[in-house]
């Protein structure tokens, strides 16, 4: 990051329309009143890779691009975290966080991480402490899906993934999800999070509880346009 943690400016833009592909590592940036924003939004698979040991931002940081965000590092920043994965929409973009990397948000009181993606392969962890997470899946297309535990959906988070989040308040799904499709959730899936919410507010979407029971060690709250579904037992414990 060589003269990176010099530049002083409210607002720092690395790339745009004109860039296809952004390879980072190894970032320090101390300046706390330093907004910075990565985009590579040009070409027919443009991305962004972060691939060192780590890399600190003492303010916001936001990533968008339109073919998938791979963390092959620990990522840790101290307010807001906007990253978007699949900016255009078209179910190209993955959220990929590799085993032993943490995205983590250190910001105290303020801030949230805030992830858009078709998907998201959670191999390493996402941490906020007793600060939101809000999981955004771009497939708003009608026929696609959240999955959580052995739920089967185009956006999938198994339950060895969702042991990996930690959280004040995590919240699945969007307005312009698809239903969610809910199997197999033991109690230590939700064990790091202390507010559950569950959200498919699309017209005629539901939320279902399918196969084996769910045991929900988090405080619970659902949305669902079309209502919620209980095939099996769900047991609370937040």
Known sequence: DTGLDTLSSALLVIGGTTTSSITAGDISHPDASVIMKLQATEGANPSITFDGTSSSFADELYLTTQSGITINENISVNENAVFSADYDGDDNGDLTISTGNTLSLDGGALGALNLFSNDII?????????????????????????GLGSGVGSYQLDSAELGRITAGDLNIGTGYSGSMSIDNIGILDFANVDNLFLRSTQATKTVEFVGNAAVIDANLTIEADAGVTMEQDVTVEG
Request: charge should be negative.
């Open 122 to 146: 959670l191999d390493g962890s996402l941490s906020a402490a007793l600060l939101p997470i809000y999981l955004n899946p771009t497939n708003d297309d009608i026929n696609d899906t959240i």
